[in-house]
C-alpha cells in the first residue's frame, strides 16, 4: 500500500465526515427544540468532526490514483470504520450513560442497519439521540446500495453488477452515466423515505415517531423510539404499512429504478426476486395458520402479525410486534432459519441474499447431475444466464466464511458464559444484520443491554463482517495484500 493510495482513501474518508458533522446538527435542532441539553453535545460533535475532517481533506487533497482492487479494499473499511466512530462519538458522551464498547455498539449496528441495541428507556430518551440513530440508518442504508451495487462488484466479492445476473446489468444499463444511475437512486430512496412517513402518519403515528420508523423502515434497519417497537402503536395498518416497505426495500434498488423510470415490468421477473416473494409468501401463509390453529388469534389477525414479523426477519429489518418466541416451536424454528437469508442483492436488506441461495443449489443440481454422467459439460444457470466459475467460486467462498464466523463467534460467546441459544443467535444476528435474536436476553422482548464490553466488541465486528461480505475484511488482514 503506497503513500498516494493512502491520501486518497483518508481524503475521501474526511469528506465523509464532513457529511456525518453536518448531521449532527440534526439532532442538536431536535434537542433544541424539545429542550434538551444535550443539543450541546451534538452542536460542539458537529463542530470538532467538521474541523477535524476539514483539516484532514485539506492536508490528504491531491491528484486521485486510478481506482483499483487494493484502494477498494481499504476504502471500504475505511469509510466504515471512519462512520462507526465518528457515529460513537455523539452518543457516547450524550446523557445516555454508556461505555464507549457500548456508543460502538450502538453506532456499528446503526450503519449496517442491524438494529441490534443496547439502549433502554427509549420511551423517554433524548430526542436528538432518538433522530441521531435513525439518520445514522438511513446514511447506512444508502452507504450499503452504493456498497453492493458499485463497489463489491468491482473487488469481485459480491454485488450484482459483477455477477452480469440482474436486469438492469443484462447489456443495457439503467442509465448511460453513474451520475445519472444515483441522482435516480437517491431521488427513489428519499421519495420511498418520504411516502412511508406519509403512511405511518396518516395511520397514527406521531410527527417525531413517523419520521424515525420511515427512515429506519427504508433502510430496513429497525431502530423505534419505542422499547416495544412496534407492539407499542397496537394498530394493524401500520403492520401491514411497514411490512409493505420493508418488502419493497428488501428488493434490489437497479431493478426499482428501472421500474419506476423506465416502466420495465420485465425486471419484476428476476429470479432472486421471485424466489425472495416466493419464500416470503410461504412462510407468511404458514406463520398465520399455524397461529390460528393454536388458537392465538383470528387468521386475519394471524396474517397481519405474520406478514409483518416475517417481513421484519427477511428484510433484516429487525422490527417486532411482539414476542413471538411465544408462539410456539414451529415459529422459533422458523424464524431461527429466516434469520440466514436476507433479501436481495443492491438492496439495503442483508442476509446470505437470494440469488446466493439460487446458485448454491444449481450447484448443487449440477453436481448430482455429474455423479451420474460424469464426462457431461453442464452449465450453472442464473435464470437465462450462465454462472461464470469466478462468481460460483466467490459464492462458495462467502458461504464457507460465513458458517465458520458464525460457528467461531458463537464458541467464543459461549466461552465468555452464555448460554447455547444466546450465543449461537447473537452471531448469527449479527453476521446477518437482523437484529433480535432469540431468548430470554435477546429476544424480541429484550436486547443487548447486559453485554459486556468484550462480547460487544466481538459482535460489532461480527456485524461489519455480515455487511461488508466478509471478504472485504477479511482481505486486508493478509499480509499478502500489504506487499509491493
Not at 394471524?302 to 414476542?323: H, K, P, R
Not at 450462465?386 to 464466523?405: C, H, K, N
Not at 429476544?443 to 461488508?468: H, K, Q, T, W
Amino acid at each position: 500500500m503506497n503513500a498516494t493510495l493512502l491520501r486518497s482513501a483518508f481524503y475521501i474518508a474526511a469528506i465523509c465526515g464532513l457529511y456525518l458533522a453536518a448531521a449532527m446538527f440534526v439532532p442538536a435542532m431536535a434537542d433544541l427544540y424539545y429542550n434538551n441539553k444535550d443539543w450541546e453535545v451534538f452542536a460542539v460533535c458537529g463542530i470538532m468532526v467538521g474541523g477535524i475532517s476539514g483539516v484532514t481533506a485539506v492536508a490528504m487533497r491531491g491528484n486521485p490514483p486510478p481506482f483499483s482492487r487494493r484502494l477498494g479494499f481499504f476504502l471500504v473499511n475505511l469509510l466504515w470504520v471512519t462512520f462507526a466512530v465518528v457515529g460513537a462519538v455523539p452518543i457516547y458522551l450524550a446523557r445516555a450513560d454508556l461505555s464507549f464498547a457500548q456508543a460502538l455498539f450502538e453506532s456499528v449496528s446503526a450503519i449496517t442497519t442491524t438494529g441490534s441495541t443496547v439502549l433502554t428507556g427509549l420511551d423517554h430518551a433524548a430526542p436528538g439521540l432518538l433522530i441521531w440513530r435513525s439518520l445514522l440508518q438511513w446514511m447506512g442504508g444508502i452507504g450499503i446500495v452504493a456498497l453492493g451495487l458499485f463497489i463489491l462488484p468491482f473487488l469481485r466479492i459480491g454485488g450484482m453488477a459483477f455477477f452480469k445476473m440482474e436486469s438492469s446489468d443484462t447489456g443495457d444499463k439503467p442509465f448511460a452515466r453513474m451520475a445519472s444511475f444515483t441522482r435516480a437512486f437517491l431521488a427513489i430512496y428519499v421519495g420511498i423515505t418520504v411516502l412511508c412517513a406519509i403512511g405511518y402518519g396518516t395511520s397514527g403515528m406521531s410527527h417525531f415517531d413517523a419520521v424515525n420508523h420511515a427512515l429506519t423502515t427504508v433502510a430496513t434497519g429497525g431502530f423505534s423510539t419505542h422499547d416495544a417497537s412496534f407492539g407499542y402503536f397496537h394498530d394493524t395498518r401500520l403492520l401491514w404499512i411497514a411490512g409493505f416497505f420493508m418488502t419493497i426495500c428488501s428488493l434490489p434498488f437497479s431493478i426499482l429504478i428501472l421500474f419506476i423510470v423506465r416502466g420495465r415490468l420485465d425486471t419484476l421477473r428476476d429470479p432472486q426476486i421471485m424466489l425472495f416473494l416466493g419464500y416470503l409468501g410461504i412462510a407468511v401463509f404458514a406463520l398465520a395458520l399455524y397461529i390460528s390453529l393454536n388458537g392465538e388469534m383470528t387468521f386475519p389477525m394471524a396474517l397481519s402479525e405474520s406478514f409483518f414479523n416475517v417481513s421484519s426477519i427477511l428484510s433484516t429489518t429487525g422490527y417486532a410486534s411482539t414476542d413471538y418466541t411465544l408462539w410456539g416451536s414451529f415459529a422459533v424454528v422458523l424464524v431461527f432459519f429466516l434469520t440466514f437469508m436476507g433479501g436481495c442483492s443492491g438492496s439495503t436488506a442483508g442476509g446470505i441474499k437470494a440469488y446466493r441461495f439460487l446458485i448454491l443449489f444449481n450447484m448443487l443440481k449440477t453436481g448430482m447431475k455429474k455423479l451420474i454422467y460424469p464426462n457431461a459439460v453442464y452449465s450453472i444457470r442464473y435464470g437465462q444466464l450462465t454462472v461464470d466459475p469466478e462468481t460460483q467460486r466467490a459464492v462458495s467462498m462467502f458461504f464457507s466464511a460465513y458458517i465458520l464466523l458464525w460457528a467461531v463467534g458463537s464458541v467464543a460467546l459461549a466461552a465468555l458464559g452464555y448460554d447455547i441459544v444466546t450465543a449461537t443467535t447473537a452471531v448469527l444476528t449479527a453476521l446477518s444484520n437482523v437484529g433480535p435474536g432469540l431468548g430470554d436476553i435477546i429476544g424480541p422482548a429484550g436486547n443487548f443491554s447486559s453485554f459486556a464490553d468484550p462480547e460487544l466488541y466481538l459482535l460489532s465486528l461480527m456485524m461489519l463482517l455480515g455487511r461488508l461480505e466478509i471478504l472485504t475484511i477479511v482481505v486486508i488482514l493478509m499480509p499478502m495484500y500489504w506487499r509491493g
